[in-house]
C-alpha cells in the first residue's frame, strides 16, 4: 500500500509570504501529525489530528495552523513567514494516533524562506 | 534546551566498527522509540521500548532502556555502510506529546 506522501517535496519562499504544505496520510490512518526538522532544533512537535479535529499542539506560534479533510489528507500553513521557519516540514500518520501505535513518515517539504 | 539529549551528535567510523550512541533526559518517559532518517527521507521506527532495563535487539542493533526510564543507549555490532544515517530517539512527555532528540549522524566507511 502506498505511504505517506507530501508535496511539494521542496518549497522556496520570500519573507512576508505564506504558504500550504499538504499531507496523504496511508489509507485507512485516521492520525496526521506535523513535525519541523532543524539541524539545530531537531524534530519538533507542531500539531496532531485526527478525525478533523486538532487533538494536541505544540510550541509553535499562532502564524503555523493546519486543518484536517473528511478523506484525512492534511494541510499545514504557515503565514506571514519568516528566515527561521526555513526547515524540513514532515508529516506522519497512523491508524488512531495512539502511543503504542507506529508513526509512518512522509520524505518530507523542504522549505525554504529567502 | 532539549528535552532528549543525544550524543554524540557526530560519529564517523569503519566498516566492522561497533559503536553505541545515547539518548539521556532529566525526565521519566513511559516509552522511548528509535528511529533512522536517511537523506531525502522522513524518519523510519527502528524500536519501541517501554519497560525500564528492557533490551531489545534487532539484528546487529541491541537497543537499552535505562532502568529508571530516563534513558536509552542504541548499540550497532560490525557496522556497515548501509547503517548510515541520522539516528533519533523520541519519546512521550507528560503532555503525551512525542518529543524527539536532536539525533546522532553516524556515517560508516567502507
Known amino acids: 500500500k502506498a505511504g505517506v506522501t507530501q508535496t511539494p517535496r521542496y518549497l522556496i519562499k520570500t519573507r512576508g509570504q505564506q504558504v500550504t504544505l499538504s499531507c496523504s496520510p496511508i489509507?485507512?490512518?485516521?492520525?496526521v501529525s506535523w513535525y519541523q526538522q532543524t539541524p539545530g532544533q531537531g524534530l519538533q512537535f507542531l500539531f496532531e489530528?485526527?478525525?478533523?479535529?486538532?487533538?494536541n499542539k505544540g510550541n509553535f506560534p499562532g502564524r503555523f495552523s493546519g486543518r484536517q479533510f473528511s478523506n484525512s489528507r492534511s494541510e499545514m500553513n504557515v503565514s506571514t513567514l519568516e528566515l527561521g521557519d526555513s526547515a524540513l516540514y514532515l508529516c506522519?500518520?497512523?491508524?488512531?494516533?495512539?502511543?503504542?501505535?507506529?508513526?509512518?513518515f512522509g520524505p518530507g517539504t523542504r522549505l525554504t524562506v529567502t | 534546551t532539549q528535552l532528549l539529549e543525544q550524543s554524540p551528535q557526530f560519529l564517523s567510523i569503519q566498516e566492522g566498527e561497533n559503536l553505541t550512541v545515547y539518548c539521556n533526559s532529566s525526565?521519566?518517559?513511559?516509552?522511548l522509540q528509535w528511529y533512522r532518517q536517511e537523506p531525502g527521507e522522513g524518519p523510519v521506527l527502528l524500536v519501541t521500548?517501554?519497560?525500564?532495563?528492557e533490551v531489545k535487539k534487532l539484528k546487529r542493533l541491541t537497543f537499552q532502556f535505562g532502568d529508571a526510564r530516563k534513558d536509552s543507549s542504541l548499540h550497532i555490532t560490525a557496522a556497515q555502510p548501509g547503517d548510515t544515517g541520522l539516528y533519533l530517539c523520541?519519546?512521550?512527555?507528560?503532555?503525551?506529546?512525542?518529543?524527539f532528540g536532536a539525533g546522532t549522524r553516524l556515517t560508516v566507511k567502507p
Open positions: 525526565s521519566v518517559f513511559s516509552s
Open positions: 489530528y485526527f478525525s478533523e479535529t486538532q487533538r
Open positions: 521500548v517501554v519497560t525500564g532495563g
Open positions: 523520541a519519546g512521550d512527555d507528560l503532555n503525551n506529546d512525542m518529543r
Open positions: 506522519a500518520s497512523s491508524l488512531a494516533g495512539t502511543k503504542t501505535e507506529e508513526q509512518y
Open positions: 489509507s485507512g490512518h485516521r492520525s
